[in-house]
């Protein structure tokens, strides 16, 4: 299994041993692949966004077979997927971007 951690309210491995005794806080940690977000980036966006694409284009509408059958067609759609290596287009207007980002702007007393 793969966690992706948005480094905003990331969780640790420690977590898992608050939670659980400690043989089996280490048999999910084993079992668990961390995989941590960049921290000044929109990349949970970018997973969700690709996650969205396997399910609709991959797992939708289809009995689940056997998991080394289901492991092949994934591992087939990310190959095909990660070859085109497209990129995401985070634009947005000024007039957008002064009100979003307003606390980052200076405060002018006139």
Same mark, same amino acid.
């Given at each position: 299994?793969?966690?992706? !951690?948005? @480094?905003?309210?990331?969780?640790? +491995?420690?977590?898992? /041993?608050?939670?659980?005794? &400690?043989?089996?806080?280490?048999? /999910?940690?084993?079992?668990? @692949?961390?995989?941590?977000? &960049?921290?000044?980036?929109?990349?949970? @966006?970018?997973?969700?966004?690709?996650?969205?694409?396997?399910?609709?284009? !991959?797992?939708?509408?289809?009995?689940?077979?056997?998991?080394?059958?289901?492991?092949?067609? #994934?591992?087939?759609? !990310?190959?095909?997927?990660?070859?085109?290596?497209?990129?995401?287009?985070?634009?947005?207007?000024?007039?957008?971007?002064?009100?979003?980002? +307003?606390?980052?702007? &200076? +405060? #002018? +007393?006139?």
């Amino acid at each position: 299994m793969t966690l992706v !951690c948005d @480094n905003l309210h990331t969780h640790t +491995k420690g977590a898992f /041993y608050e939670a659980f005794e &400690p043989a089996r806080a280490r048999a /999910y940690i084993k079992r668990i @692949n961390f995989c941590y977000t &960049p921290k000044h980036g929109s990349w949970l @966006n970018v997973a969700a966004c690709d996650l969205s694409c396997l399910t609709s284009q !991959c797992l939708r509408d289809r009995r689940s077979g056997a998991l080394t059958e289901r492991q092949s067609e #994934i591992a087939a759609w !990310c190959n095909k997927t990660n070859a085109t290596q497209r990129g995401v287009d985070w634009q947005f207007r000024i007039e957008n971007a002064r009100v979003k980002l +307003k606390r980052l702007y &200076p +405060k #002018i +007393k006139a």
